[in-house]
């Protein structure tokens, strides 16, 4: 398997790429950038205006690479791959225990277990780091969510685990401002706000989950399964559902630390955003590079797979985990294990 | 008498490698369209670009004719493949004729692997799949052949006799009931995963064994709960 993966962003507006060998050549207004080695690639992220050349689509394509188009706020446009990999008794399958109502409720009954369990994980590593500073409330949803975690995994109805699911949301989101250590009045967070995100910490975390929804696409069409076709979410055209399962055991422990180290770290700041007449929040052209600095940073960290137990990078925890999904799904593995932080 | 499977039902001659090696490699491969290139397969198709290159497809040198990247097929086999290079021996009988070539010529197939000699019949079985279908196709005799090995370089001849033939044939309808089947057989660890090629996708320590990822949520949640 490919062991280090990585993702390129291209973010100058008007940037062209092209091929050049077995490289990339990147150029602006005409003029040469620089060349990046297409092996070791898995995806070419640009963002706004950015040309690509059809020799480089079809090589990329040809090495499995994607290439997807995003705004310059971060809202999927477009994507660009080869053909469907895997294979149609996968997806025979896939589609044959989504519909079956138990085996349905049992897998999304793991993406609800990891999800909670790893929201749960953050909030008592930092009852653990700041003892002083987490109040009561951080301890009390810590209990909360350890009720969830039970009912959960006694749970095989998939619209109870969903309202499981939602109330753990609220327990993690509820003391998620006590895990925010710096002063600023606008780097707080109140409540989680979507559409449009409202705040500084919402705007931030909006950004990296479109990122990660973007890699576990990826990682799902890398190993033949059908992105749309969910457990936990319901159908909805043009909702890549599965990639919204498998996104939950990660939002807490790949985009939530993220975030939270990028505040606390002061690598982004409040002048770094732009509040709108509407109130909501929009990134700025620099903090949106640190951010993606930092993403692509977080993916190379290395961490021990807890079910593989194999030394992986975070950035292929989605492959591994579509991989582990599909493996089930064929019938080579009982369960699906999700990614539980240790 | 055997049966003849159709066109439709045609499967890659090299699965029969895979499957003299691992079912379960074989089934990803086939089953689940999984091939992932790892050291020795990268080498093993650089080996192949450098038979191939720029060589002409087919050359006379002296008494043999030297043929490259044959497509090949057996109805009675159920496979269709290509044969790196069928070299034509000539022979004084029992041979075909060759095109523009006066007299009798005997196919000679040889196929080039990067490592060296195996102890099991993989590769034999695969070179003695190419010769069935080389004598289906052409209605010739094909009793030898050879394996050229990259690692010592040096040919191996191999000798397509009664047991080696009826070897291949079983696996050849091993291989057939397996892609019917369409499930895969459990992983069973051992040696050879460590090399294998498919042993990411295949995860040989975690799957195929009962309860594995059950038994993992649970004790994942009882730990958690123990520190929480
Ligand atoms: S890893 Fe082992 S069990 Fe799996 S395909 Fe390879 S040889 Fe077979």
Redesign the pocket.
Same mark, same amino acid.
């Given at each position: 398997m490919k062991k280090h993966l990585n993702t390129v962003y291209v973010t100058t507006p008007g940037a062209y790429l092209s091929l050049e060998g077995e490289a990339i050549l990147v150029k602006t207004d005409g003029e040469v950038k620089g060349r990046l080695p297409m092996h070791m690639l898995e995806s070419i992220v640009c963002f706004g205006h950015v040309g690509i050349s059809p020799p480089l689509m079809f090589a990329a394509c040809e090495r499995g690479i994607c290439i997807a188009w995003f705004t310059e706020r971060g809202r999927f446009q477009a994507r660009v791959g080869g053909p469907v990999s895997g294979n149609i008794l996968l997806r025979k399958a896939q589609y044959r225990s989504s519909e079956e109502p138990s085996c349905k409720a049992q897998i999304a009954r793991s993406f609800v277990i990891g999800k909670i369990a790893n929201c749960r994980s953050i909030l008592q590593r930092n009852v653990r780091d700041h003892p002083e500073k987490a109040g009561s409330d951080a301890k009390e949803a810590v209990d909360a969510l350890s009720g969830s975690l039970r009912c959960a995994s006694e749970c095989l109805d998939v619209d109870t685990l969903r309202g499981i699911e939602g109330m753990a949301a609220n327990y993690y989101y509820g003391v998620f401002d006590g895990m925010i250590h710096v002063d600023e009045d606008s780097l707080r967070f109140r409540n989680r706000s979507r559409r449009p995100p409202l705040d500084r910490v919402n705007a931030l975390l909006s950004f990296i989950y479109t990122m990660l929804v973007h890699d576990c696409v990826s990682a799902l069409e890398g190993v033949g399964l059908d992105p749309q076709a969910g457990y936990l979410h319901a159908d909805r055209p043009g909702r890549p559902s599965l990639a919204l399962d498998l996104m939950e055991e990660f939002r807490s422990f790949i985009a939530d630390r993220l975030v939270l180290s990028l505040i606390n770290r002061r690598q982004v700041t409040p002048s770094g955003f732009t509040v709108t007449e509407t109130g909501a929040v929009l990134m700025d052209d620099d903090t949106r590079k640190t951010v993606l600095v930092g993403y692509q940073e977080r993916k190379n960290e290395e961490l021990r797979h807890p079910f593989l137990e194999e030394q992986v990078t975070v950035g292929m925890l989605p492959h591994l985990q579509a991989r582990l999904l599909a493996r089930h799904l064929r019938g080579d593995l009982d369960a699906y294990p999700p990614f539980f932080v240790k | 008498m055997t049966r003849l499977y159709s066109d439709d039902e045609l499967l890659a001659l090299s699965l029969l490698q895979h499957i003299m !090696? &691992?079912?379960?490699?074989c089934s990803?491969n086939s089953n689940e369209q999984l091939w992932f290139d790892n050291k020795l397969t990268v080498s093993g198709s650089q080996l192949h670009r450098r038979v191939h290159g720029d060589a002409p497809r087919r050359e006379k040198r002296g008494d043999v004719i030297v043929v490259r990247e044959l497509l090949l097929c057996s109805h009675s086999l159920g496979v269709t493949g290509k044969a790196d290079v069928v070299e034509f021996h000539r022979v004084s009988i029992n041979g075909i004729s060759m095109e523009g070539c006066d007299g009798l010529w005997q196919p000679f197939p040889v196929e080039y692997k990067h490592g060296k000699p195996k102890v099991d019949d993989c590769d034999r079985v695969q070179l003695c799949a190419q010769a069935i279908c080389l004598e289906e196709m052409l209605g010739a005799e094909v009793p030898e052949g050879a394996i050229f090995y990259g690692r010592i370089q040096k040919r191996e001849a191999v000798v397509f006799d009664p047991v080696m033939r009826r070897t291949t044939c079983d696996s050849a309808s091993k291989l057939h009931a397996l892609v019917e089947g369409g499930r895969n057989p459990p992983?069973? !660890?051992?040696d050879? &995963?460590t090399h &294998?090629?498919?042993?990411d996708a &295949?995860?040989?320590e975690v799957t195929g064994l009962r309860e594995k990822a059950s038994g993992y949520i649970v004790r994942a949640l009882s730990g958690n709960d123990a520190d929480g």
């Open positions: - | !090696f &691992c079912e379960r490699q990803l992983a069973v !660890f051992r050879g &995963c &294998c090629a498919m042993k &295949c995860m040989p």
